[in-house]
């Protein structure tokens, strides 16, 4: 019988990352590395999340999907090669990222990558944080191209201020690129697939430019997403839990909930889920198996589980995510 799962994290080094995984989190960084990504739930080839609790401990998310797929997923869908669904991370940009596009899902495979839709929900904001997400009102195809011949396609990029608790959605073919002093969860479609259009021309942690993905990232981009706003919905109180939606998407579904110290609530049963804890810390009580997840930890809740409880043992926040 299976039980919510904590795995190990994985550790990204990137040119734009830092250190804040571990004053926020107290994440045990690699020494002196730049860490930009913290993948905390994956099933990519070469990267499948070692579990780290239980009497599964140290089998990986990739043996888990081969031999136990219909206990985890239920009735959701499976990723290419019937991998997990869905990629998690917490990002440190300690500076900007790439500004950047995935492809849609109708024009991936002839650009021989793969479709990514995301969202991004931020967890720590520096004052005057911003992400750059969409186009600005009335950018052309042409003037984007010729913005990018001249270096100054940045400011074809509509940019949003952001704080601590504000979400984006991003489909597939939207432009994209997360400013520096920002941490975000993201919870995305299982998906590595990234064409950039600009990196500041700045070099890799190897000392050289990195590759730019011009004619992909023309080809993927939706030209007439203008100016996309940040998620508005509000907290509707259900029981005693302020609940938010902030994803609803045929890939997966995101809410958020706020929880007193001492408050409980029920997962839905029979339904892939996972809880990633924003502030404080809670227990996710299954019927054999309790898991305590402080604030940066990951819990995958197998669609097998009936009765899944979660209770704050602090204040606290958390995503629930569900896989469709």
């Given amino acids: 019988m299976l039980y919510p799962l904590t795995f190990q994290p994985a550790f990204k080094e990137r040119v734009w990352g830092g250190r804040e995984l571990a004053r926020?989190?107290?994440?045990?960084?690699?020494?002196?590395?730049?860490?930009?990504?913290?993948w905390e739930i994956a099933d990519r080839p070469g990267d499948a999340s070692l579990i780290a609790n239980g009497p599964l401990a140290g089998k990986n998310l990739r043996w888990l999907m081969e031999q136990h797929a219909e206990e985890i997923l239920g009735s959701a869908k499976p990723a290419a090669d019937g991998r997990f669904p869905l990629l998690c991370k917490i990002l440190d940009a300690r500076e900007k990222?790439?500004?950047?596009?995935?492809?849609?899902?109708?024009k991936a495979a002839a650009l021989k990558g793969e479709p990514k839709t995301e969202m991004w929900y931020i967890a720590d904001a520096a004052p005057g944080a911003s992400l750059y997400v969409g186009l600005k009102r009335g950018v052309t195809r042409a003037v984007f191209e010729e913005k990018i011949a001249d270096g100054s396609v940045a400011d074809c990029f509509h940019r949003i201020p952001v704080k601590a608790?504000?979400?984006?959605?991003?489909p597939s073919g939207r432009v994209h690129a997360i400013g520096d002093g920002l941490v975000i969860f993201e919870i995305q479609q299982n998906s590595d697939t990234t064409y950039r259009v600009f990196d500041w021309n700045r070099v890799g942690l190897d000392g050289q430019p990195r590759e730019l993905h011009i004619a992909q990232s023309l080809a993927s981009i939706n030209f007439n997403d203008f100016e996309p706003k940040l998620v508005a919905t509000q907290f509707i109180t259900e029981g005693k839990i302020p609940k938010r939606a902030l994803v609803d998407d045929p890939l997966f579904q995101v809410e958020t909930w706020r929880l007193d110290s001492g408050a409980s609530g029920w997962l839905k049963p029979k339904h892939l889920q996972i809880v990633a804890v924003t502030t404080g810390t809670v227990e996710i009580r299954g019927a054999t198996t309790t898991v305590t997840l402080s604030a940066g930890q990951f819990s995958?809740?197998?669609?097998?589980?009936?009765?899944?409880?979660?209770?704050?043992?602090?204040?606290?926040?958390?995503?629930?995510?569900?896989?469709?």
């Fill in 24 to 38: 926020l989190y107290g994440k045990k960084l690699p020494p002196g590395a730049v860490i930009g990504e913290s």
């Fill in 97 to 106: 990222l790439s500004l950047q596009v995935h492809p849609p899902a109708d």
């Fill in 165 to 170: 608790g504000d979400t984006m959605f991003l």
């Fill in 300 to 324: 995958l809740i197998p669609a097998s589980l009936e009765k899944t409880e979660v209770l704050a043992k602090t204040e606290a926040a958390l995503l629930r995510v569900e896989a469709n």
